[in-house]
């Protein structure tokens, strides 16, 4: 089963490190936020990977060819890449595709690469302890279109299994957040509409969103007060979410 995962956000709230680097490659713990959690995905068997890359997307792809202990022949002319003697530093399969920076977009661009088969979905710039086992039985139960994982920032939880609406980034305190923990159906692609602004909703008012509600753990890299914080847990090896 494939994970999609948008990496293509500036993140210019979180730190200077934001003009050098998209947001999914600042580091917490001295590791990528994205390979946070491409690691806890691996955890769960899912190591087949497609990387949506937009801001600077060419730091990823520089990254992920330097972590390919290996030697690699590039045939420019061609456009192909020969590994020739070595292996790679972890058990995965990464696909990395320009789609640029808007979510809604890399969502759309990238249909081609997951074929016919249902998929994860994850934001790159948040971890959590999501369960991914568990959501996916909860979404092959609601035989829903797509199923997200709802999370409440005060600890308040919803007691819903359907979303009857959805709102991104809330204006108010009484919405339910998307934790960017999600299974879809290839369905999803043919309604044509952006990720955040149209597809959520519309699936909602057709009764074909599921929600997941995840009561652990979970934190998004919005801020540098949000980077200290996982920075900080992970130095007194309290992160949650590191279970390799």
Known sequence: MKTVILAGGSGTRVSEESFQRPKTMIEIGGAPMLRHIMKYYAHYGFCDFIVCCGYKGYVIKEYFA???RADITFDFGAGDMTVTRGGGAEPWTVTLVDTGSQTGAQFRRVSAYVGEEPFMLAYGDGIGDVDLNALLERHKGFGAAATLTAVRPDGYKPDINHAAWFRVKPKDDICWVNAGFMVMEPEVFG???????????RLA??????????DGFWQCMDTLRDKALLDELLRKNEA?????
């Open 191 to 201: 309604y044509g509409i952006s990720l955040e602004d149209g597809l959520m909703n």
């Open 240 to 244: 949650p979410w590191k279970v390799w």
């Open 205 to 214: 008012q057709e009764g074909k969103l599921g929600i997941y509600k995840h």
């Open 66 to 68: 330097s972590l390919h």
